[in-house]
């Protein structure tokens, strides 16, 4: 019979790898856009921008696994600064040594269903929920730009959690179990492969700060729903 707690445990690991895969196309176009921290950014040199990000949104189902995510964070993030002039600034982030933030997880509901019945005509489903508040470093890579003349900045960070989450889960079948999974998250203005980046104002080029919905139109189109985010970011020497 199908829909047995290893099966169950598999089609975890199975969402748990597409969650890990879900931005390989996104940290592709950032590398591609040329988007490396350089050793300047590194040494700290030209300042930092520091703060924090929160991020709601949903994860949608891949084809063929019917199911979804709903999540919420609170990242602590420090992007360096790779260039800066009397025009323009722009900070990039590459992890490689160490992570660059970490983010609170405060939600991360999933509920998920086998594609097709088991033998007996049923459909194995599962939910889970995070057993805990939980707060996890994260390796990140993206950029942000900040135009001092139009007094606007835009940005894409991807992150991805370097320890698992705790989940509480219950199989339609099995009964309750608990397993751990790794989780990725992101924010930004537009996706990074969406040009040009969509720019968003701000009032003091030492803080950017700013609450935005980005609605997923190019490669996590179907992939995400519609992203809450809101950031408090402030230039650090």
């Keep these: 019979m199908r829909g047995t707690l290893r099966q169950l445990r598999q089609a975890g690991n199975d969402w748990q790898r597409r969650a890990l895969h879900a931005l390989a196309p996104t940290f592709l176009a950032l590398a591609c856009a040329g988007i490396a921290g350089s050793a300047q950014a590194q040494d700290g040199k030209l300042g930092a921008y520091t703060g924090t990000v929160t991020i709601s949104g949903t994860e949608l189902s891949a084809a063929g696994n019917p199911g979804k995510v709903d999540f919420r964070a609170t990242v602590k993030i420090t992007l360096p600064l790779t260039s800066r002039s009397d025009t323009s600034a722009m900070a990039e982030l590459s992890d490689i040594d160490k992570p660059s933030a970490s983010a609170e997880i405060t939600q991360w509901d999933l509920a998920g269903r086998n594609a097709s019945a088991d033998s007996d005509g049923k459909i194995t489903s599962w939910t889970c929920a995070l057993a805990a508040p939980t707060t996890i470093p994260m390796n990140g890579q993206g950029t942000l730009n900040v135009d001092y003349r139009k007094k606007t900045h835009s940005m894409f960070i991807a992150l991805v959690s370097l320890k698992p989450i705790p989940l509480r889960c219950v199989n339609s079948r099995s009964g309750a179990y608990r397993q751990t999974r790794t989780v990725s ?53």
Aim: proline share 11%.
């Design 185 to 237: 998250l992101f924010f930004g203005t537009s996706e990074p492969d969406v040009l040009p980046w969509k720019e968003l104002p701000f009032a003091d080029p030492a803080r950017l700060s700013a609450k935005y919905r980005l609605v997923p139109v190019s490669q996590m189109k179907g992939r995400y729903a519609p992203v809450e985010m809101a950031w408090d970011l402030q230039l650090t020497r």
